[in-house]
């Protein structure tokens, strides 16, 4: 028995060691863990304080900003899914804080936009941001708030490049995989099949 246990273990021993991610070192983990417990907080005061939830303060920070937006633009500007923004924008609008139409250019697109109601509630909600982006910065100095936000402005728009090269990858490493989702993205009506 003795030696057939030391059979598994030098076998184990020869195995290669399993490569993990290192999360002291992997700044997606970084951004993400910041990003979620940023999201969660605000959250958390904003449904207290206001009732709103912060796909709605999101929504209300682009529509002070533009006035007017699809929800394809917010989509495209915060990465927000549309379905989730078009339903954000139904319970605002039920709850007065926009307004929605047809788009002049396009009868097609939903256009929604801030009322005076929307424009109160986010100077409210503002003042709540304001403060939770000054104690996240509080350690740092000036100069190093604006390198910050200088390399976050450089990865966001590095985005992507990163997209283009996890395709690569894909499908270098993965090619029944990315078949198949060419098979989907070349033939969109093939997925009403499924």
């Keep these: 028995m003795a030696t057939s246990r030391r059979k598994a273990v030098s076998a184990t021993s020869a195995d290669p060691a399993p490569q993990n991610v290192d999360l002291e070192r992997y700044v997606p983990a970084f951004l993400t863990w910041i990003a979620n417990k940023l999201s969660r907080g605000a959250s958390q ?4 304080v206001f009732d709103v939830g912060i796909e709605t303060w999101r929504c209300l920070v682009l529509l002070a900003i533009h006035g007017s937006i699809s929800a394809q633009q917010v989509s495209r500007i915060i990465g927000m899914d549309k379905a989730s923004v078009s339903r954000c ?9 926009v307004t929605i139409g047809l788009d002049a250019g396009d009868g097609r697109l939903r256009i929604a936009t801030l009322t005076k109601k929307g424009r109160e509630l ?3 909600i503002r003042g709540i941001a304001l403060e939770r ?9 000036a100069a190093e ?7 976050l402005k450089r990865l966001h728009e590095n ?3 990163v997209e ?3 395709a690569r990858y894909v499908t270098q490493r993965y090619p029944a995989a990315a078949a198949k989702r060419r098979g989907r993205t070349d033939s969109p009506e093939d997925m009403d099949d499924e």
């Design 45 to 48: 005061h904003y449904l207290n």
């Design 133 to 141: 982006e000054r104690a996240f910065l509080s350690v740092l100095d």
């Design 122 to 124: 986010h100077d409210q």
């Design 145 to 151: 708030t604006e390198t910050l936000i200088g390399l």
């Design 89 to 97: 924008f139904k319970g605002m609008q039920s709850r007065g804080l």
């Design 164 to 166: 283009a090269a996890t």
């Design 159 to 161: 985005l992507p490049q």
